[in-house]
């Protein structure tokens, strides 16, 4: 394979997910009959895309295998194991997602061994290491995105959860204002996570009481009532007075470290990670959650996030700069009178958002792309000529000066 082809991806059905915002990208019918989460963009075991390779339609992950010199080129082939690098997806959350963390490479190597040794099922509800690898990812808005990411700092959490400074929280507040440093930090959310379910449930419910005499305005306190609403009695219910609240406009984006605490609450967005299914769970979500797992790889660092905006790599094109190597997102914005020719990225994956574009490769590859269609294009291009008045994202390799 050396030209440019089409993709059809697979869309995962998730309970949280939108019924209008992925239907209406892939022109279906508008509401959709079950909710659509995630579009899956890439060669993940779980959904690979399929791509038109003379005139079939071929799994990404087998056409990777059978070449993958021409796919992957042979530098990425050999670093990464034959395997895409990253999974790419378009995200639409109509209700919260879980809050969770994901371990750096060290951790999923070890846990990932470590798990097998114990005999447990790759897909046994318990397991909390399915591959062995990390998962740093990227998450850009495309319209006003909610999210938690981080620990507030220590005189923020303690602010928030003063009003609950009674016998619900009296001996976590009072160790947490003795030792209010990252060890402090760890020791207090260690315990908010194993607090006695009659105990949860009343420091729970003080919270919620307290969010709803807050101002009708106040995002913090909206969210506590929500998401009291969608999980009853959950420990999580408390997160946005201990963990940053963030509002990401269209456009913005957030990167995601390794041990960094952080849920997706609502809207809709690109997300970009490396091929891993590696998750600790928090809480919201009625899954398996492993206290000391989670604890051992967190990050216990505090202070509001850092928010990427896109900056200017190329005519019509900017990157978000970040410091992954698996991955590399740009968004391009083509006008009829603004073509754009520029050099392959290796594997690259555009997809279509907006209008309708015309993408030629120098070995003879023309297709036209519009709202919702994506193609692949191999590492064997070594140049890429778009036009037309559109807007793509691109998932691609890393080049010289598009990391953080």
């Keep these: 394979m050396e030209t440019i082809a089409r993709m059809k991806n697979t869309v995962q059905e998730y309970q949280w997910g939108s019924r209008t915002f992925i239907a209406e990208l892939l022109g279906q019918p508008v509401p959709s009959e079950?909710?659509?989460?995630?579009?899956?963009?890439g060669a993940h075991p779980k959904a690979?895309?399929?791509?038109?390779?003379d005139g079939r339609w071929v799994s990404?992950?087998?056409?990777?295998?059978?070449r993958p010199a021409q796919v992957l080129g042979e530098a990425v082939a050999a670093r990464f194991g034959r395997q895409l690098p990253y999974l790419f997806k378009v995200l639409a959350a109509e209700q919260p997602l879980s809050i969770q963390a994901h371990p750096d490479l060290a951790q999923a190597r070890e846990g990932f061994a470590r798990e097998n040794r114990l005999g447990i099922a790759i897909d046994d509800?318990?397991?909390?290491?399915?591959?062995?690898?990390?998962?740093?990812?990227?998450?850009?808005?495309?319209?006003?995105?909610?999210?938690?990411?981080?620990?507030?700092t220590v005189p923020e959490i303690l602010e928030n959860l003063s009003p609950l400074d009674d016998p619900r929280l009296l001996p976590e507040l009072s160790q947490l204002r003795s030792a209010p440093d990252g060890e402090g930090l760890k020791r207090f959310f260690g315990a908010l996570m194993t607090l006695e379910e009659a105990r949860r449930a009343r420091v729970v419910s003080a919270a919620v009481d307290h969010a709803r005499q807050r101002p009708a305005d106040d995002a913090v306190g909206g969210w506590v009532c929500r998401l009291a609403e969608a999980y009853p009695n959950d420990i999580g219910v408390l997160a946005?007075?201990?963990?940053?609240?963030?509002?990401?406009?269209p456009g913005e984006a957030m990167f995601l470290e390794a041990g960094q605490l952080h849920a997706y609450l609502s809207g809709n967005g690109i997300e970009l990670m490396a091929n891993s299914d590696n998750v600790l769970r928090g809480g919201l979500t009625p899954k398996h959650i492993d206290v000391p797992e989670l604890l051992r790889v967190l990050r216990?660092?505090?202070?509001?996030?850092?928010?990427?905006?896109p900056e200017a790599a190329a005519p019509c094109e900017a990157v978000y700069r970040q410091p992954a190597r698996e991955f590399a997102l740009s968004v391009i914005t083509l006008a009829t009178e603004r073509p754009l020719v520029r050099a392959g990225r290796g594997v690259e994956i555009l997809l279509c958002l907006r209008g309708?574009?015309?993408v030629r490769d120098d070995r003879g590859g023309r297709l036209a792309l519009s709202r919702g269609q994506s193609l692949l294009v191999p590492a064997a291009v070594a140049q890429l000529s778009l036009s037309g008045d559109a807007v793509l994202y691109s998932a691609h390799m890393?080049?010289?000066?598009?990391?953080?």
């Design 240 to 249: 946005p007075l201990f963990m940053n609240l963030v509002c990401l406009a």
């Design 48 to 53: 690979p895309s399929r791509v038109e390779v």
């Design 125 to 152: 509800p318990r397991r909390n290491y399915r591959d062995a690898n990390h998962k740093p990812e990227l998450i850009c808005a495309l319209t006003d995105f909610w999210a938690l990411k981080g620990f507030r």
């Design 300 to 309: 216990f660092t505090t202070g509001p996030p850092h928010v990427l905006h």
């Design 60 to 66: 990404l992950l087998e056409l990777i295998e059978q």
């Design 34 to 41: 079950r909710p659509m989460a995630e579009l899956w963009l």
């Design 398 to 404: 890393p080049h010289a000066g598009e990391n953080a």
């Design 356 to 358: 309708e574009a015309e």
